[in-house]
């Protein structure tokens, strides 16, 4: 079965220093993968997503992630942390069928 | 503008009572998700519809029910069945016709957040 892996359900940064989650997946099959932020209370929107093209994707917000299958890994960058960069994000996997599995999320506080 | 809209977003109901949570979209999008999410557990998929007048159950379908009557709308009732139903409520939508394996994106409304007591 489809599957994500996100360590480190909470993580503190710095402002302005770099931002780095980690994920990997599990698919038997070629898969897309997505990256989606939520801040408090609210809906998800899509940060990046990868689909089989470039395996460095880049996103909004100054965000990228590089897929690397022989690691299974799909892991969320920024160079510099912004305040605005707290909230929540999930690595996503899909499952087939246009379904997704969603990971347990990471939970980024930013220190001023 | 186009979007996803979810109605209420905050939403109270007695234990034993049916509730019925809203979701409407303007994205000419065919396929529609309903899920759950919880402190630490993600997102989990209650019900998912890809056509009009067709859906199919989730991982956590059980104490849920919907409809798919309009492309337009895919209201989900919680009903007194459901052992634990306060949680986020989140709707979903996407294009259908993915690659085996693939899938296109999902666009997300704002949430509804239901508290049973």
């Known amino acids: 079965a489809q599957s994500v892996t996100q360590l480190d359900s909470h993580v503190s940064v710095s402002e302005g220093t770099p931002v780095l989650l980690r994920c990997n997946y599990s698919s038997s099959y070629s898969p897309s993968l997505f990256w989606y932020v939520q801040h408090p209370n609210k809906g998800l929107q899509l940060l990046l997503k990868?689909?089989?093209?470039?395996?460095l994707v880049k996103g909004i917000n100054g965000f990228e992630a590089e897929f690397k299958k022989s690691e299974t890994s799909f892991h969320l960058t920024k160079p510099s942390a912004h305040m605005s960069d707290a909230a929540e994000y999930f690595c996503?996997?899909?499952?087939?069928?246009?379904?997704?599995?969603f990971g347990k999320g990471n939970q980024v506080v930013v220190i001023p | 503008d186009g979007g996803i809209t979810q109605s209420p977003k905050y939403l109270f109901r007695k234990e034993g009572q049916n509730v019925t949570l809203s979701c409407e979209q303007n994205?000419?999008?065919?396929?529609m998700y309903w899920y759950r999410q919880d402190p630490g557990q993600g997102l989990r998929l209650i019900y998912y519809?890809?056509?009009?007048?067709?859906?199919q159950k989730g991982d956590i379908a059980e104490g849920y029910s919907v409809s798919r009557e309009k492309k337009e709308s895919f209201p989900l009732t919680v009903t007194s069945a459901q052992k634990n139903p306060t949680a986020f409520y989140l709707c979903a939508s996407s294009t259908s016709g993915s690659d085996l394996g693939g899938s296109n994106e999902q666009y997300f409304g704002p949430g509804t957040r239901l508290t049973v007591t």
């Open positions: 996503v996997v899909s499952r087939g069928n246009n379904r997704l599995a």
């Open positions: 519809s890809q056509i009009v007048n067709d859906f």
């Open positions: 990868y689909t089989s093209a470039a395996t």
């Open positions: 994205l000419n999008h065919d396929a």
